[in-house]
């Protein structure tokens, strides 16, 4: 593995938002048809929302606590690019961190500050109530998440995201620690703010932590939420299937592949759930999730020490 | 043409409309969310959201004063249109859409304006403590201000203490949620007072239209409930079936109903389809529990709001008995049940809502539509204008 100069970020930026765009379309297509217009009209949602949001004004409320809201609004775009440096795009990688799979949980754990602040930022009650929403859903996930991202560290005896790789030089972790990836697709969508677990921006609260966001920071959510979306994919594929490895294409190409299969199927995934209300979905999280994948990490840990 | 009327022409294309519907016109509503789809446009779920705000009906005084101050809250660009009739929706939405794109115009709305809103002084009369918040706009709100401290920032009351329903000490907030949100029913307010977001009181208030709604506004039957399942399909967070149904509804609204025996076919298979989802009956069971006008008042849970006599018919059980009688009762008795009078239903709503939180709470108000609301009688009581 390559640690490459820092400037090579560029790249990863560009590579980020092209994906991200690509779900956004990809949502609007599906969006679009589902109204009864074409695909291609619906995929015109992206830059269509862009040039609206750039031009809305940003509108403030009364005695909004500015500066964290702020934070709130444009760390999730950050945090998704942070999430990315330690994603190896082929043979090379941004940071080659000796405890890559900490960093990725350090930075989805930020998102938990960063929806909350969001939320608190502008002194509304439909805001923070969403806020709060994220936190209660949060706890149903991070844990089961940990364990989850536990179970290849296990199995490649590292916590280096390059050493992950090497060690599916035979088979995919997603193939024989399929609960671990289930768990982890599941926290993607969760910190995403995404599909069945976006209660925190949901309808019945009007727009929940999004209720008074306007212009370019509600375009720095939205995009955050795609980019969270894109970055989480991104990280499945070194951990879970296989990284750059596959037939004919070069490495680099196959991780973007398995990227865009992967967020594609996450987008699509958004319209055909009803939500999981945090309240409920917290016991799914304490009394199921966590015991499957703690026995996951168990079998892996069995495998390992026997084999 | 420079950069700036590149913008408008690409972002009009996609506007987003916030829809405010004055009791009585759910059918203009209906004529206006289709026309949107049509279009491509979106609707909003906040004012902050919004491009366009659209009224429809006529609304009354009380009603229209909000509605001024929900503009008041778009970010702008902005337009707003007023729409009392069905008829009238496209040449209106075209109006609209020439405003959003009338630069000199939005330019000079927008110098008329601050980019933050005015801080309140201290001492003089703040609004509710959730202003700027959508359900916050009701800024008579004085009655719970006496025991509240209003040294809190920007002059704005803080929130006092009370006990909760695990005796600890916590927050209570006034927050009236309504008139102006969506998937509401139109003109009911619904005085919340939460801790968290668990309502622990609740008062209900009915802003009427100004004018009796006009004759044939009822609309087919069928539509009318598949459009109150819409509402609540899109509460619970399941897009795609919301989508389905409004399809439905739409239909209906344009052919008027098959006549054929297969007419109420599709309605079924979306009945079907709903009852399937194993996802939403664990998000609905057990939710705003009633009893059936049949059933004795002793067999029912305890948590049940009232005795069965009060509830009218088609509302027993809980909220997910009612999506699967909105649906069904939409397949299989085409047009022959009566209008329903939701207003002796408010009577109940305190009792049910109380104890939930906000979500839980918004599933319940929307399970009992399709609503139709008149002006509040004094008897159930809690109206505060």
């Known amino acids: ?307 | 043409m420079g950069l700036s009327s590149l913008l408008a022409r690409w972002g009009v294309a996609g506007a987003h409309v916030l829809v405010v519907e004055s009791p009585g016109s759910w059918l203009t509503r209906a004529t206006v969310e289709r026309a949107l789809e049509r279009r491509g446009w979106r609707t909003a779920l906040s004012p902050a959201d919004a491009d366009l705000l659209v009224v429809c009906g006529q609304p009354g005084d009380r009603l229209a004063e909000i509605v001024e101050q929900t503009w008041d809250l778009l970010p702008g660009p902005r337009t707003r249109v007023q729409v009392e009739h069905a008829e009238h929706v496209e040449p209106m939405l075209d109006a609209a859409r020439a405003g959003l794109l009338d630069e000199q115009g939005q330019r000079q709305d927008a110098a008329r304006r601050p980019l933050a809103p005015p801080r309140l002084e201290e001492g003089t009369q703040a609004e509710s403590a959730d202003d700027g918040d959508m359900g916050g706009m009701v800024g008579d709100d004085m009655d719970d201000m006496d025991d509240m401290d209003m040294s809190g920032p920007a002059g704005i009351a803080l929130a006092g203490g009370e006990s909760d329903r695990d005796g600890l000490e916590m927050d209570v907030l006034h927050v009236p949620l309504g008139p102006v949100l969506p998937h509401w029913p139109p003109g009911l307010v619904l005085w919340c007072t939460l801790q968290g977001d668990v309502l622990t009181a609740a008062e209900v208030d009915v802003l009427a239209s100004s004018a009796p709604a006009p004759r044939g506004s009822a609309g087919p039957q069928v539509a009318r409930r598949l459009d109150a399942a819409v509402d609540l399909l899109a509460l619970a967070g399941w897009q795609a079936a919301a989508g389905e149904v409004r399809a439905l509804r739409d239909g209906l609204l344009v052919n008027g109903p098959d006549p054929g025996p297969d007419g109420a076919a599709p309605i079924q298979q979306v009945h079907d389809k709903v009852a399937r989802s194993r996802t939403l009956r664990w998000a609905l069971r057990g939710l705003g529990h009633l009893d059936g006008p049949t059933d004795g008042p002793t067999d029912g849970p305890p948590d049940s709001a009232t005795d069965g006599s009060a509830v009218p018919a088609g509302l027993a059980g809980d909220v997910y008995d009612r999506l699967l009688a909105l649906l069904s009762a939409a397949g299989d008795a085409l047009d022959r049940a009566p209008e329903v009078d939701r207003t002796p239903v408010l009577r109940l709503l305190p009792e049910l809502v109380v104890g939930l939180d906000v979500a839980a709470a918004r599933l319940v108000v929307a399970s009992l539509g399709p609503w139709q609301l008149a002006a509040l009688p004094v008897a159930a009581g809690g109206g505060r204008g």
Not at chain 1, 115 to 144: C, D, I, K, M, T
Not at chain 1, 159 to 187: E, H
Not at chain 1, 258 to 282: C, G, H, M, N, Q
Request: aromatic fraction near 10%; hydrophobic fraction near 60%.
């Open chain 1, 1 to 307: 593995m390559v640690e490459v100069s820092p400037l090579w970020a560029v790249v990863a930026v560009a590579a980020l938002a092209t994906v991200a765009s690509f779900a956004a379309a990809l949502d609007g297509a599906l969006v679009g048809r589902a109204a009864g217009h074409s695909a291609l009209t619906g995929a015109r949602t992206p830059v269509v929302e862009l040039a609206r949001l750039l031009r809305q004004r940003r509108r403030g409320t009364v005695a909004a606590d500015v500066l964290l809201w702020r934070i709130g609004t444009g760390g999730l775009v950050v945090v998704a690019l942070l999430m990315l440096a330690v994603v190896p795009l082929g043979r090379w990688t941004l940071a080659d961190l000796s405890v890559g799979i900490v960093w990725f949980n350090t930075m989805d754990v930020l998102v938990w500050a960063l929806v909350w602040l969001a939320g608190w930022g502008p002194n509304s009650f439909h805001a923070l109530a969403g806020g709060y929403r994220f936190l209660a859903q949060a706890l149903a996930y991070e844990l089961p998440l940990m364990f989850a991202l536990t179970a290849p560290a296990v199995g490649a005896g590292s916590l280096r995201v390059a050493d992950v790789v090497l060690a599916q030089q035979d088979l995919w972790f997603g193939v024989w620690m399929p609960v671990a990836f289930a768990v982890y697709c599941l926290s993607v969508v969760g910190f995403s703010v995404w599909g069945p677990l976006a209660p925190a921006v949901g309808a019945d609260l009007a727009g929940g932590v999004l209720v008074e966001v306007s212009g370019v920071d509600r375009l720095l959510v939205l995009a955050g939420r795609y980019a969270l979306l894109t970055a989480g994919a991104a990280f499945a594929v070194p951990l879970f299937l296989g990284g750059g490895a596959g037939p004919l294409l070069p490495a680099w190409t196959w991780v973007l592949v398995k990227t865009v299969v992967l967020v594609a199927a996450l987008v699509a995934v958004r319209r055909r759930v009803p939500s999981l209300r945090p309240d409920r979905f917290v016991e799914v999280g304490w009394l199921v999730l966590l015991p499957a994948v703690l026995a996951q990490v168990l079998v892996v840990s069995i495998v390992v020490v026997t084999g």
